[in-house]
C-alpha cells in the first residue's frame, strides 16, 4: 500500500496550486485522509483532513484559501490552494488512515506520501 501525491510546484504569490494524492494497494477501507506541511526549520503541521463521509477540517492559517476534497471511489485525496501566501511554501504530504492487510492479518494505520513542494514567490 503507498500513497502517491503529485501537483506541486513553485507559484507566484496570489496564484494556485492543486494538489491530489491516490492510494494504491490493497485496500480495504480509507478512512480518514489529510494534508500535512512542512515548512523549514518548523515542525510538520495539520493543513486539512477530511473524514469517509465528507466532514472536513482546516488549519486556521488555511481556511478560506484551501479546499480539501476527496473521490472515494479512486482512493484519491485533493486540495486545491488559491490565495497563495509566501508562508505557504513548505513540502505537503499526504496522510491516509487506511484498514488493509499486513501479513494475512487486518492492519488499520496510517500511510504518508513522498511529500511534493510547493514554493510560492512574493
Known amino acids: 500500500v503507498q500513497l502517491q501525491a503529485s501537483g506541486g510546484g513553485l507559484v507566484q504569490a496570489g496564484g494556485s496550486l492543486g494538489l491530489s494524492c491516490t492510494a494504491s494497494?490493497?485496500?480495504?477501507?480509507?478512512?480518514?485522509m489529510g494534508w500535512y506541511r512542512q515548512a523549514p526549520g518548523k515542525e510538520r503541521e495539520l493543513v486539512a483532513d477530511i473524514s469517509l463521509g465528507g466532514s472536513t477540517n482546516y488549519a486556521a492559517s488555511v481556511k478560506g484559501r484551501f479546499t480539501i476534497s476527496r473521490d472515494n471511489a479512486k482512493n484519491t485525496v485533493y486540495l486545491q490552494m488559491n490565495s497563495l501566501k509566501p508562508e505557504d511554501t513548505a513540502v505537503y504530504y499526504c496522510c491516509a488512515y487506511m484498514s488493509t492487510t499486513e501479513w494475512g492479518r487486518p492492519s488499520y494505520r496510517d500511510y504518508w506520501g513522498q511529500g511534493t513542494l510547493v514554493t510560492v514567490s512574493s
Open positions: 494497494g490493497t485496500i480495504l477501507m480509507t478512512d480518514i
